[in-house]
């Protein structure tokens, strides 16, 4: 398995990077928003502080084993937090992974999710060399499913009341995208210009 940890990308406005200990100060207030947590699996509402260190380890760990690659994402311009966007659950076997993101509320509808996903589907395909990456989210949370959508992932169907939380079942949209759709793409981007 690959050592992750070390792993940086950029855009062209983000600097992705792993989490340092200094940054609690300004991803604590984001993953206390409820907006935040009603759209993720694992951030709880209220999120005490503590979760902050605990959720850098985990993603530290799972850097380090190399099966997954999460990135917090930092403004260029000002180094401001904007988000978490990566790859969770990398099977090396089947080469293939799920991707994860969220962004600070404050900075929706500025394309970050959809800037920062496609830099880490790209390091996914050309880097570790998968053939397929899967992404999720709530049936409810359209903006999750569209930015998928710009990136290139195809819905494959709906898991009804595959998760339940606060205190009811939530439908979850299945996407995925392939490594031979995503050589298309870029080669239809590249065309364009």
């Known amino acids: 398995m690959p050592d992750l940890s070390k792993v940086t990308l950029e855009s062209e406005r983000l600097l992705m990077r792993p989490y340092k200990a200094k940054d609690a100060e300004q991803v604590w207030p984001v993953l206390c928003r409820e907006e935040i947590s009603a759209m993720t699996l694992r951030i709880p509402h209220p999120c005490p502080r503590e979760f902050v260190e605990d959720w850098f380890d985990f993603i530290d760990e799972k850097r380090m084993q ?101 205190g009811a079942y939530r439908d979850v949209c299945c996407l995925g995208l392939l490594s031979g759709e995503w050589e298309q793409l870029k080669n239809l981007q590249n065309a364009d210009r």
């Not at 394309?111 to 409810?140: P, Q």
Request: aromatic content about 12%; hydrophobic content about 40%.
């Open 66 to 166: 190399g099966i997954a690659c999460e990135f917090g994402l930092f403004e260029k311009a000002d180094g401001s937090y904007v988000g978490n966007c990566g790859l969770a659950d990398i099977l090396h076997r089947h080469n293939q992974a799920d991707v994860v993101y969220f962004i600070a509320p404050e900075k929706w509808g500025r394309g970050f999710a959809t800037e920062a996903l496609r830099e880490a589907v790209d390091y996914a395909f050309d880097r570790l060399h998968l053939e397929r990456i899967s992404g999720r989210c709530f049936a409810d949370n359209a903006p999750s499913r569209r930015v998928m959508e710009k990136v290139g992932f195809v819905s494959e169907g709906v898991l009804r009341h595959d998760i339940f939380r606060d």
